[in-house]
Nanobody, 122 residues
Framework: QVQLVESGGGLVQAGDSLRLSCATS??????MGWFRQAPGKESEFVAFLGRNGVSTYYPDSVKGRFTISRDNAKNTVYLQMNSLKPEDTAVYYC?????????????????WGQGTQVTVSS
């Protein structure tokens, strides 16, 4: 059974940085992703990390500000978030995909964490 546990969320001011962590159990070669969901809004894809740990993809809304990475020795995936904006406020979820297809959609992922709240004040 795969388990994903996020941490690192919190309340910050606009322009600050946060690093979210996602501790994973089991194998390291999942395709990993981060999504977020703000109140009253649909879930939004924010980052993808390929199985090789090198390939990444971000939507325009976070490109240049967010960076996804993994530390295989620690079985942990990170989301470094810089220059945070109030519109980044959401619950952030990490997810793992066995198949590596449709990786910008929720349907492409098989396992999910419980989420961590990020709040950015103006």
């Amino acid at each position: 059974q795969v388990q994903l546990v996020e941490s690192g969320g919190g309340l910050v001011q606009a322009g600050d940085s946060l690093r979210l962590s996602c501790a994973t159990s089991g194998r390291n070669f999942y395709v990993m992703g981060w999504f977020r969901q703000a109140p009253g809004k649909e879930s939004e894809f924010v980052a993808f990390l390929g199985r090789n740990g090198v390939s990444t993809y971000y939507p325009d809304s976070v490109k240049g500000r967010f960076t996804i990475s993994r530390d295989n020795a620690k079985n942990t995936v990170y989301l470094q978030m810089n220059s945070l904006k109030p519109e980044d406020t959401a619950v952030y979820y990490c997810a793992a995909s066995l198949r590596g297809v449709d990786v910008t959609t929720r349907a492409g992922y098989d396992y999910w964490g419980q989420g961590t709240q990020v709040t950015v004040s103006s």
